[in-house]
């Protein structure tokens, strides 16, 4: 069973932020929010995870409300090599499966 | 660093064979997780192996599918008697072990039964 709620699509102009939330309102507390992407049927690849606070790395940032029930991913700059279908998961750690939804297809448009 | 590496990555088979799917972890990663992805549908968990143990098994089907991971060499996902609806991409990732927060995913196989 699914776990989050993304929306199918967006759509975001090359140089823009992109804004991706997902919604993980039965998250508990030992679980954390992973984002992956699967470009165009390649293997998926990891972009971020976070527990409760905000985290940033060289791909992107993820901001996570104070109740923890839902997240956004930002890409600061997106690129038309960021278009791919972007996954939201709520796992606990410590070598757990992944689940995935149906995660939200990105397109950046020049 | 090489990443993992899946080999083949097209296969075509014709109802009734078996197929062998190898996956080659990261350097250091002894723990492997297969996925299956079915024509426009999205990923689901197979199996979670480490050197030579089946740590979770509950997305497997319960026949024709078996997995393995040896102290040596790579894991390998067996189907035998293939069937058309085994058609999909088998991915696989790894991870270094416990306490674990990436899963590093290989390109996948592409499984076509005819």
């Known amino acids: 069973d699914a776990k989050t709620t993304q929306p199918t699509s967006m759509d975001c102009a090359e140089g823009r932020a992109a804004n991706l939330p997902c919604n993980h309102s039965?998250?508990?507390?030992?679980?954390?929010v992973y984002w992956y992407r699967q470009i165009h049927s390649q293997g998926p690849q990891y972009i971020i995870h976070?527990?409760?606070n905000n985290e940033t790395n060289e791909m992107a940032s993820l901001i996570i409300t104070e109740d923890r029930k839902s997240s956004t991913l930002i890409l600061p700059h997106a690129t038309l090599r960021d278009t791919a279908v972007y996954y939201c998961?709520?796992?606990?750690?410590?070598?757990?499966?992944?689940?995935f939804g149906e995660g939200t297809q990105l397109t950046v448009n020049p | 660093n090489a990443g993992v590496m899946q080999n083949p990555r097209h296969l075509v088979r014709r109802r009734g064979q078996e197929a062998r799917l190898r996956c080659s972890p990261m350097k250091g990663h002894s723990h492997v997780y297969w996925y299956r992805q079915l024509p426009e549908e999205g990923l689901k968990f197979m199996v979670y192996l480490q050197k030579e143990n089946i740590i979770d098994e509950s997305g497997m089907p319960k026949e024709r599918f078996s997995a393995e991971f040896p102290k040596e060499g790579p894991s390998i996902l067996r189907i035998q008697q293939v069937v058309r609806g085994d058609s999909a991409a088998y991915f696989c990732?790894?991870?270094?072990?416990?306490?674990?927060?990436?899963?590093?995913f290989g390109p996948g196989t592409r499984l076509t039964v005819t």
């Open positions: 039965t998250i508990s507390g030992n679980e954390y």
């Open positions: 976070g527990l409760k």
């Open positions: 990732a790894s991870s270094p072990g416990t306490r674990s927060y990436e899963q590093y």
């Open positions: 998961i709520v796992e606990e750690t410590s070598g757990s499966r992944l689940t």
